[in-house]
């Protein structure tokens, strides 16, 4: 991965009015073209002093996107329509899931649900550790985690009940 493949854009926060009413940001094909022809499609976002890691997503028409979730929004003070400069670069490790706190407490006391956990995907950790870290209070942080772990070393997660 060249690790000096980054580009800074400008550009207007834009919002998905399809589906789930997302925001996000469009990343020019010339720009999304580089990074898919170095193999890339885990980035580092940076707006000084934060960043975060985010996916290079595409569009059914094409576009390419960051999708941008409330916590960045209420963190950077941003509305759509609003115009933002940001950098964006590979992720040196695009495999790390932040599993959050409360998640990472139940796992640790949860053999069995750490063992299968980790057996996923990095995206398929990825979307479960967000199911907790996306609650804002601590007690519902807590509940999901261990609800969750359940779930995961009992087989009763929807893949799990529903499978392809």
Known sequence: MPKDLHVTITAALLRLDSGLKQHFLPVPTEHAEAFD??????????????????????TKEGERLIMMGQPILRELGLRAGQTITFTLYPDPDPDAVDLGEEFEAVLDQDAAAAKRFFSFT???????????????????????????????????????LNPD
């Open 122 to 160: 990095p995206g398929m950790q990825r979307s479960l550790a967000y199911y907790v870290t996306s609650a804002k209070r601590e007690e519902t942080r807590i509940k999901r985690a261990l609800e969750l772990a359940h779930k995961i070393k009992n087989r009763q997660l929807y893949s799990d």
């Open 37 to 58: 022809k170095a193999g890339v499609r885990r980035l580092i976002l940076s707006v000084p002093p934060h960043r975060w890691r985010r996916a290079l997503l595409s």
